[in-house]
Nanobody, 118 residues
């Protein structure tokens, strides 16, 4: 059982920056993958980026070069640094966790709202 709690969401104007945090607790084992997904209004949930426990990252093309994922394994926390924000980045952002040998993200946080004004 893994619990994930996102924080750091809020309102920001276009071109601004925001950093999201996801604190994980429970039965966390390495190796693993932690990821960020988002769901905008009227849209399907989409992949934003991920990071493995060894530090390998993967990003959606829509955020590559603007967003950066990092993690602090000692604190069991993953971060999403969002720069050059656009109105289309407006969404509920979710943190997810999976063991490296599984194919699906079984554990999810409650989500945090990010709103970018034009």
């Amino acid at each position: 059982q893994v619990q994930l709690v996102e924080s750091g969401g809020g309102m920001v104007q276009a071109g601004g920056s925001l950093r999201l945090s996801c604190a994980a607790s429970g039965s966390i084992f390495s190796p693993n993958v932690m990821a960020w997904y988002r769901q905008g209004p009227g849209k399907e949930r989409e992949f934003v980026g991920s990071i493995t426990s060894s530090g390998s990252t993967n990003y959606a093309d829509s955020v590559k070069g603007r967003f950066t994922i990092s993690r602090d394994n000692a604190k069991n926390t993953v971060y999403l640094q969002m720069n050059s924000l656009k109105p289309e980045d407006t969404a509920v952002y979710y943190c997810a966790y999976r063991a490296i040998w599984t194919l699906e993200y079984k554990y999810w946080g409650q989500g945090t709202q990010v709103t970018v004004s034009s």
